[in-house]
């Protein structure tokens, strides 16, 4: 079992910067790939970045290639996501998961534990 914790929302201007942070405990963090999704109102979850166990390999939605980036702290548990150049299409709530495996995806089938997610607003 394993709980994540995400902090770091908030409202933003459209072109400014936020890092949204993601607090996992419980389960061997360092194991296993770890994602960030979002879902925006009247939208399905999808998916923004994921990260293996290592911090060595990305993936990025073709969205926020280029604006943000993934990262993460084995030693403090924890997985970020800077966003940099907020456009108010971003606006969602953000959701950190914890992969099944090692290897990242970009299906959120293959996540099995998500926390309850953080509003990030982009006012234009």
């Known amino acids: 079992q394993v709980q994540l914790v995400e902090s770091g929302g908030g409202l933003v201007q459209a072109g400014g910067s936020l890092t949204v942070s993601c607090l996992a405990s419980g389960r061997t963090f360092s194991s296993y790939a770890m994602g960030w999704f979002r879902q925006a109102p009247g939208k399905e979850r999808e998916f923004v970045s994921a990260?293996?166990?290592?911090?060595?390999?990305?993936v990025d939605a073709d969205s926020v290639k280029g604006r943000f980036t993934i990262s993460r702290d084995n030693a403090k548990n924890t997985v970020y996501l800077q966003m940099n150049s907020l456009k108010p299409e971003d606006t969602a709530v953000y959701y950190c998961?914890?992969?099944?495996?090692?290897?990242?995806?970009?299906?959120?089938?293959?996540?099995?534990?998500w926390g309850q997610g953080t509003q990030v607003t982009v006012s234009s």
């Open positions: 998961a914890a992969s099944r495996s090692q290897i990242v995806s970009t299906s959120l089938t293959d996540y099995a534990y």
């Open positions: 990260i293996t166990w290592s911090g060595g390999s990305t």
